[in-house]
């Protein structure tokens, strides 16, 4: 992996000659670059070789992208498994996952995982029956659920896989190793005689999604486990004995954001956390296990983003239940196909109900969400059924259950014993009340699942359906297409849509190919560049290879190594900017051409030069001045754009803050934050006002649900047309920060006409602006926010991103105006970056990281909290600018109580209508822990800054007048005071301090560990700049590996350690 290192004083990009003429590729397809129809085509067809050639491109080209090349461990799956797809279909549990899917997959040569979690051993078997006389010998994988409470269960499963001989287990849901899992992996062991090696006739794939999951999977069985499951002559002494030489799996899947069980992570951040995991374990053990990823896996450009990242295959399952092979009904079918990313909620899971374990399901069209909250709230609340008031039990009775239930109850006994076998844990419930309810309300979960399945028409409403939120991107990715079922009049085939999302990835690599050539890019029209869209395939013909490469004395100003040399390969590949070529028998010499940052993105140049600076980056604003001006002066004094965190903060502070920002870089770019104040209107007019009388000519808006007369006068007040053209002149520049596509909506097209008309009448811009407005969308860029620090709505980014593309390409059809996008949340690793990249962003953006810089607004406790946090050390917590609202924003939650207290002060908030309504020793606890001084105090205090420092008398008129108003801006002191707490480093309120994080930190900090850009090795915390130009630098070491991967005679020629992970190291 690379690591940061210093970057000498930057050298010119060198280039490298025109390729030799066509006539030296035969076998290759040769089209004209002018030929975007043509150019087209060719790329669409992964398999062949391609030479693009044209008037100062020379002859470009194009390498296949077999399948076994989109991972560095593609192949090793593939071959492992026998298989011709580095991609398997989860197991979706109770059957939704089929027999029948399994067999249409594995009959095409895909592996699926046949989803017997919550099945009965009987309908397992049946399954295994089906899926065993159709594919023979051919490849499939059978779902291992950890079932914590029905350990019966997990344990006759096993008994059943070892008894039919399954092969291949994904294993999920496993919070921790039991002896059922090791059993069924150790079992499976023996040794070749002849080479005296392990041999692991059992194989598991197991589905993690934190890294001590990730370390208990990679590492081998538990010897204590080992040793009991021989006393137990479960095992035998030559399996205990070879134990210890195989981890417990060969493949780990890391399951991000997805249907069903789900951590909810972004895998932008989780992957390559635990790919690092995965390496530091191998130096341990030796032995490599591959890693793939799952979760958000709905069209091309999320796979290829985890390719990008290092995944060695990818896993699908939302998508798949549309098809027409899943286990559910048409019903469910036509609700899915109609689902929106959004569309998707966490509702409490039938199998570890008592645990508070939840699941993502859709929302859309059910009651199910809602109602099961509703059970586990009276679990919580009520120690047994008999405790529930009885009004509460009749609505149960009535809406829910739709019977006694007391004839729940027997149903539910009937089949424990009947179904599952299982007479003792319905003696446990009979001794245990609380445990009775459990299983009574499990009833509910466990038959909605099934009336889904089976389209039980009046229990419509009841459903459940597990669905992530790729089905939105899945849906954007097929419609209009022959994969759509509105147009096809049937469900997709599983394997068909699972083929096309793969063919997609290699066209988008194909794609990248082209754009690491500036020439490339100017001359190819961005049509032949677009989004693949499934399109039916013909018969498949074999790779065609290109003939080995002309001598490289032909290809002069290249750095020429040899492939066997791979410290040399490593060398060379670090410096972006420089031609390379690799030879060696076999391989030729295959050219490594350089990746400016500008060819990052299609975009990337255009946002250089327009906001002239020399990265496709900035750093996003951090409110309260995290964002500090000594921190937008660091980056823009090395050609960087940052955002000043004018959020939150009195105008006389952002006027100190422009004054300091402006004095220091003169003409340089810079950006200041405009952020949406719902319930503090003057605030936002004020900073319209100032920035407008001070020349900001770039603001970063952000927070706005909806658009505002502050934000519209600021871009329109900005036109002016061209006397020599006549086009428009848009001097006020606009970063929209977007998670939402009907926000993208607002942001894409111009401003409201009725809002500009209304400016035009208030006087507020001119009749040309007015005018004007009609011809300029509403922002140049717009910034695809996903999981970010601060406010977020916590969106995959590999879902989101595609998603307002794709959004923003149908605006443009409309419109003719052509918007930059953007990628931010979770951009903590050059593999983040590169994911990105690949998914189409323009730019990207970064935040929770910039919190750790040394210029940032922040104090060295803080810093060094986050140096040592994780990407699990963030939680939701109510937000001050919104808190009427309900509004929250993602905190660090390690070492600080404000999380909880703020919950608890927004609770106060729900349920009392004045702070008199709290009971007495409520208000005291307040007083004592959290304000530290009288209620009456802060009062005073709020109302001397609102009117000092805010100047909105208007604000305390209408607090006075409302009790409830009064109590919001009371507890909003101290969710405002507690972030001012944090940045100035308030000692004795450390246990208060609200500090803005997203799980990006995570992926920084073992980005960094170790090198010289980590505090602990530094003994200072890194620049704003040299961060992120590093993250950069690896996003373009990442691309260069790329090109090399692209050829499968360098990925077998080539040691593993040349084209490792980027980490930083000083240039």
Same mark, same amino acid.
Not at 911 to 931: C, G, H, M, N
Not at 948 to 965: S, V
Not at 1032 to 1056: P, S, T, W
């Given at each position: 992996?690379?690591?940061?290192?210093?970057?000498?004083?930057?050298?010119? @990009?060198?280039?490298?000659?025109?390729?030799?003429?066509?006539?030296?590729?035969?076998?290759?397809?040769?089209?004209?670059?002018?030929?975007?129809?043509?150019?087209?085509?060719?790329?669409?067809?992964?398999?062949?070789?391609?030479?693009?050639?044209?008037?100062?491109?020379?002859? /470009?080209?194009?390498?296949?992208?077999?399948?076994?090349?989109?991972?560095?461990?593609?192949?090793?799956?593939?071959?492992?498994?026998?298989?011709?797809?580095?991609?398997?279909?989860?197991?979706?549990?109770?059957?939704?996952?089929?027999?029948?899917?399994?067999?249409?997959?594995?009959?095409?040569?895909?592996?699926?995982?046949?989803?017997?979690?919550?099945?009965?051993?009987?309908?397992?078997?049946?399954?295994?029956?089906?899926?065993?006389?159709?594919?023979?010998?051919?490849?499939?994988?059978?779902?291992?659920?950890?079932?914590?409470?029905?350990?019966?269960?997990?344990?006759?499963?096993?008994?059943?896989?070892?008894?039919?001989?399954?092969?291949?287990?994904?294993?999920?849901?496993?919070?921790?190793?039991?002896?059922?899992?090791?059993?069924?992996?150790?079992?499976?062991?023996?040794?070749?005689?002849?080479?005296?090696?392990?041999?692991?006739?059992?194989?598991?794939?197991?589905?993690?999604?934190?890294? &001590?999951?990730?370390?208990?999977?990679?590492?081998?069985?538990?010897?204590?486990?080992?040793?009991?499951?021989?006393? &137990?002559?479960?095992?035998?002494?030559?399996?205990?004995?070879?134990?210890?030489?195989?981890?417990?799996?060969?493949? @780990?899947?890391?399951?991000?954001?997805?249907?069903?069980?789900?951590?909810?992570?972004?895998?932008?951040?989780?992957?390559? $956390?635990?790919?690092?995991?995965?390496?530091?374990?191998?130096?341990?053990?030796? $032995?490599?296990?591959?890693?793939?990823?799952?979760?958000?896996?709905?069209?091309?450009?999320?796979?290829?983003?985890?390719?990008?990242?290092?995944?060695?295959?990818?896993?699908?399952?939302?998508?798949?239940?549309?098809?027409?092979?899943?286990?559910?009904?048409?019903?469910?079918?036509?609700?899915?196909?109609?689902?929106?990313?959004?569309?998707?909620?966490?509702?409490?899971?039938?199998?570890?109900? &008592?645990?508070?374990?939840?699941?993502? $399901?859709?929302?859309?069209?059910?009651?199910?969400?809602?109602?099961?909250?509703?059970?586990?709230?009276?679990?919580?609340?009520? !120690?047994?059924?008999?405790?529930?008031?009885?009004?509460?039990?009749?609505?149960?009775?009535?809406?829910?259950?739709?019977?006694?239930?007391?004839?729940?109850?027997?149903?539910?006994?009937?089949?424990?014993?009947?179904?599952?076998?299982?007479?003792?844990?319905?003696?446990?419930?009979?001794?245990?009340?609380?445990?009775?309810?459990?299983?009574?309300?499990? #009833?509910?979960?466990?038959?909605?699942?099934? #009336?889904?399945?089976?389209?039980?028409?009046?229990?419509?409403?009841?459903?459940?359906?597990?669905?992530?939120?790729?089905?939105?991107?899945?849906?954007?990715?097929?419609?209009?297409?022959?994969?759509?079922?509105?147009?096809?009049?049937?469900?997709?085939?599983?394997?068909?849509?699972?083929?096309?999302?793969?063919?997609?990835?290699?066209?988008?690599?194909?794609?990248?190919?082209?754009?690491?050539?500036?020439?490339?890019?100017?001359?190819?029209?961005?049509?032949?560049?677009? =989004?693949?869209?499934?399109?039916?395939?013909?018969?498949?013909?074999?790779?065609?290879?290109?003939?080995?490469?002309?001598?490289?004395?032909?290809?002069?100003?290249?750095?020429?190594?040899?492939?066997?040399?791979?410290?040399?390969?490593?060398?060379?590949?670090?410096? =972006?900017?420089?031609?390379?070529?690799?030879?060696?028998?076999?391989?030729?010499?295959?050219?490594?051409?350089?990746?400016?940052?500008?060819?990052?993105?299609?975009?990337?140049?255009?946002?250089?030069?327009?906001?002239?600076?020399?990265?496709?980056?900035?750093?996003?604003?951090?409110?309260?001045?995290?964002?500090?001006?000594?921190?937008?002066?660091?980056?823009?004094?090395?050609?960087?754009?940052?955002?000043?965190?004018?959020?939150?903060?009195?105008?006389?502070?952002?006027?100190?803050?422009?004054?300091?920002?402006?004095?220091?870089?003169?003409?340089?770019?810079?950006? %200041?934050?405009?952020?949406?104040?719902?319930?503090?209107?003057?605030?936002?007019?004020?900073?319209?006002?100032?920035?407008?009388?001070?020349?900001?000519?770039?603001?970063?808006?952000?927070?706005?649900?909806?658009?505002?007369?502050?934000?519209?006068?600021?871009?329109?007040?900005?036109?002016?047309?061209?006397?020599?053209?006549?086009?428009?002149?848009?001097?006020?520049?606009?970063?929209?920060?977007?998670?939402?596509?009907?926000?993208?909506?607002?942001?894409?097209?111009?401003?409201?006409?009725?809002?500009?008309?209304?400016?035009?009448?208030?006087?507020?811009?001119?009749?040309?602006?007015?005018?004007?407005?009609?011809?300029?969308?509403?922002?140049?860029?717009?910034? *695809?926010?996903?999981?970010?620090?601060?406010?977020?709505?916590?969106?995959?980014?590999?879902?989101?991103?595609?998603?307002?593309?794709?959004?923003?390409?149908? %605006?443009?059809?409309?419109?003719?105006?052509?918007?930059? *996008?953007?990628?931010?949340?979770?951009?903590?690793?050059?593999?983040?970056?590169?994911?990105?990249?690949?998914?189409?962003?323009?730019?990207?953006?970064?935040?929770?990281?910039?919190?750790?810089?040394?210029?940032?607004?922040?104090?060295?406790?803080?810093?060094?909290?986050?140096?040592?946090?994780?990407?699990?050390?963030?939680?939701?917590? =109510?937000?001050?600018?919104?808190?009427?609202?309900?509004?929250?924003?993602?905190?660090?939650?390690?070492?600080?109580?404000?999380?909880?207290?703020?919950?608890?002060?927004?609770?106060?908030?729900?349920?009392? !209508?004045?702070?008199?309504?709290?009971?007495?020793?409520?208000?005291?606890?307040?007083?004592?822990?959290?304000?530290?001084?009288?209620?009456?105090?802060? #009062?005073?205090?709020?109302?001397?800054?609102?009117?000092?420092?805010?100047?909105?008398?208007?604000?305390?008129?209408?607090?006075?007048?409302?009790?409830?108003?009064?109590?919001?801006?009371?507890?909003? #002191?101290?969710?405002?005071?507690?972030?001012?707490?944090?940045?100035?480093?308030?000692?004795?309120?450390?246990?208060?301090?609200?500090?803005?994080?997203? !799980?990006?930190?995570?992926?920084?900090?073992?980005?960094?560990?170790?090198?010289?850009?980590? !505090?602990?090795?530094?003994?200072?915390?890194?620049?704003?700049?040299?961060?992120?130009?590093?993250?950069?630098?690896?996003?373009?070491?990442?691309?260069?590996?790329?090109?090399?991967?692209?050829?499968?005679? /360098?990925?077998?020629?080539?040691?593993?350690?040349?084209?490792?992970?980027?980490?930083? &190291? =000083?240039?």
């Amino acid at each position: 992996p690379y690591r940061p290192e210093p970057v000498k004083a930057a050298a010119a @990009v060198r280039a490298l000659p025109p390729m030799p003429a066509p006539a030296a590729l035969g076998g290759a397809t040769i089209v004209a670059a002018a030929d975007a129809a043509a150019v087209r085509k060719a790329l669409l067809d992964p398999k062949a070789p391609l030479v693009v050639e044209g008037p100062g491109v020379g002859a /470009v080209q194009v390498h296949p992208v077999p399948l076994g090349s989109l991972g560095l461990g593609s192949a090793a799956f593939m071959q492992h498994y026998g298989v011709q797809y580095p991609l398997y279909t989860g197991a979706m549990a109770k059957g939704i996952a089929s027999a029948d899917l399994v067999i249409a997959a594995g009959q095409r040569g895909m592996l699926a995982s046949f989803g017997a979690g919550g099945l009965p051993i009987g309908k397992v078997t049946a399954g295994l029956d089906k899926i065993q006389a159709a594919l023979g010998s051919k490849p499939f994988a059978v779902n291992l659920i950890h079932s914590p409470f029905d350990d019966l269960l997990e344990e006759r499963n096993v008994d059943l896989f070892l008894s039919r001989g399954v092969t291949v287990v994904e294993a999920s849901a496993f919070m921790k190793l039991t002896p059922h899992v090791v059993r069924y992996r150790v079992v499976g062991l023996s040794r070749d005689a002849a080479t005296g090696r392990t041999v692991c006739k059992n194989s598991i794939i197991f589905k993690v999604s934190r890294t &001590e999951l990730a370390d208990m999977a990679l590492r081998p069985p538990p010897a204590d486990m080992v040793a009991r499951l021989l006393r &137990e002559g479960k095992v035998t002494a030559e399996q205990a004995a070879l134990a210890a030489t195989v981890p417990m799996c060969d493949d @780990v899947t890391v399951e991000a954001d997805s249907g069903g069980h789900t951590d909810n992570r972004p895998l932008q951040v989780l992957l390559p $956390v635990i790919i690092a995991r995965r390496d530091a374990v191998k130096l341990e053990t030796g $032995v490599h296990v591959r890693v793939g990823a799952g979760g958000g896996i709905g069209c091309p450009e999320a796979a290829a983003a985890a390719f990008a990242m290092g995944a060695d295959f990818v896993v699908t399952g939302t998508i798949n239940q549309l098809a027409r092979q899943s286990g559910t009904c048409d019903t469910v079918r036509e609700q899915l196909s109609k689902a929106t990313y959004s569309d998707v909620v966490m509702a409490p899971a039938a199998d570890m109900f &008592e645990s508070g374990v939840k699941l993502q $399901v859709l929302k859309k069209g059910t009651m199910f969400p809602s109602r099961a909250l509703k059970l586990y709230e009276l679990f919580l609340a009520y !120690p047994s059924l008999d405790a529930i008031p009885a009004d509460v039990r009749q609505r149960l009775e009535k809406t829910v259950f739709r019977k006694p239930i007391d004839t729940v109850w027997q149903e539910t006994v009937d089949f424990t014993l009947n179904q599952l076998k299982d007479p003792e844990k319905i003696k446990r419930a009979e001794a245990d009340p609380k445990g009775k309810m459990a299983l009574i309300f499990r #009833w509910y979960l466990g038959l909605s699942s099934g #009336w889904a399945n089976a389209g039980v028409t009046d229990r419509a409403m009841d459903f459940q359906v597990w669905c992530g939120p790729a089905i939105g991107s899945f849906n954007d990715f097929v419609r209009g297409t022959y994969l759509d079922p509105a147009v096809a009049n049937a469900y997709h085939d599983v394997h068909e849509a699972n083929m096309q999302l793969l063919r997609g990835a290699c066209v988008l690599r194909r794609i990248e190919q082209l754009k690491a050539h500036a020439g490339v890019r100017a001359a190819v029209d961005a049509t032949a560049l677009a =989004p693949y869209r499934p399109e039916p395939v013909k018969a498949a013909a074999a790779v065609r290879a290109l003939p080995p490469m002309p001598a490289p004395a032909a290809l002069g100003g290249a750095t020429i190594v040899a492939a066997a040399d791979a410290a040399a390969v490593r060398k060379a590949l670090l410096d =972006p900017k420089a031609p390379l070529v690799v030879e060696g028998p076999g391989v030729g010499a295959v050219q490594v051409h350089p990746v400016p940052l500008g060819s990052l993105g299609l975009g990337s140049a255009a946002f250089m030069q327009h906001y002239g600076v020399q990265y496709p980056l900035y750093t996003g604003a951090m409110a309260k001045g995290i964002a500090s001006a000594d921190l937008v002066i660091a980056a823009g004094q090395r050609g960087m754009l940052a955002s000043f965190g004018a959020g939150g903060l009195p105008i006389g502070k952002v006027t100190a803050g422009l004054d300091k920002i402006q004095a220091a870089l003169g003409s340089k770019p810079f950006a %200041v934050n405009l952020i949406h104040s719902p319930f503090d209107d003057l605030l936002e007019e004020r900073n319209v006002d100032l920035f407008l009388s001070r020349g900001v000519t770039v603001v970063e808006a952000s927070a706005f649900m909806k658009l505002t007369p502050h934000v519209v006068r600021y871009r329109v007040v900005g036109l002016s047309r061209d006397a020599a053209t006549g086009r428009t002149v848009c001097k006020n520049s606009i970063i929209f920060k977007v998670s939402r596509t009907e926000l993208a909506d607002m942001a894409l097209r111009p401003p409201p006409a009725d809002m500009v008309a209304r400016l035009l009448r208030e006087g507020k811009v001119t009749a040309e602006q007015a005018a004007l407005a009609a011809t300029v969308p509403m922002c140049d860029d717009v910034t *695809v926010e996903a999981d970010s620090g601060g406010h977020t709505d916590n969106r995959p980014l590999q879902v989101l991103l595609p998603v307002i593309i794709a959004r923003r390409d149908a %605006v443009k059809l409309e419109t003719g105006v052509h918007v930059r *996008v953007g990628a931010g949340g979770g951009i903590g690793c050059p593999e983040a970056a590169a994911a990105a990249f690949a998914m189409g962003a323009d730019f990207v953006v970064t935040g929770t990281i910039n919190q750790l810089a040394r210029q940032s607004g922040t104090c060295d406790t803080v810093r060094e909290q986050l140096s040592k946090a994780t990407y699990s050390d963030v939680v939701m917590a =109510p937000a001050a600018d919104m808190f009427e609202s309900g509004v929250k924003l993602q905190v660090l939650k390690k070492g600080t109580m404000f999380p909880s207290r703020a919950l608890k002060l927004y609770e106060l908030f729900l349920a009392y !209508p004045s702070l008199d309504a709290i009971p007495a020793d409520v208000r005291q606890r307040l007083e004592k822990t959290v304000f530290r001084k009288p209620i009456d105090t802060v #009062w005073q205090e709020t109302v001397d800054f609102t009117l000092n420092q805010l100047k909105d008398p208007e604000k305390i008129k209408r607090a006075e007048a409302d009790p409830k108003g009064k109590m919001a801006l009371i507890f909003r #002191w101290y969710l405002g005071l507690s972030s001012g707490w944090a940045n100035a480093g308030v000692t004795d309120r450390a246990m208060d301090f609200q500090v803005w994080c997203g !799980p990006a930190i995570g992926s920084f900090n073992d980005f960094v560990r170790g090198t010289y850009l980590d !505090p602990a090795v530094a003994n200072a915390y890194h620049d704003v700049h040299e961060a992120n130009m590093q993250l950069l630098r690896g996003a373009c070491v990442l691309r260069r590996i790329e090109q090399l991967k692209a050829h499968a005679g /360098v990925r077998a020629a080539v040691d593993a350690t040349a084209l490792a992970p980027y980490r930083p &190291e =000083p240039v």
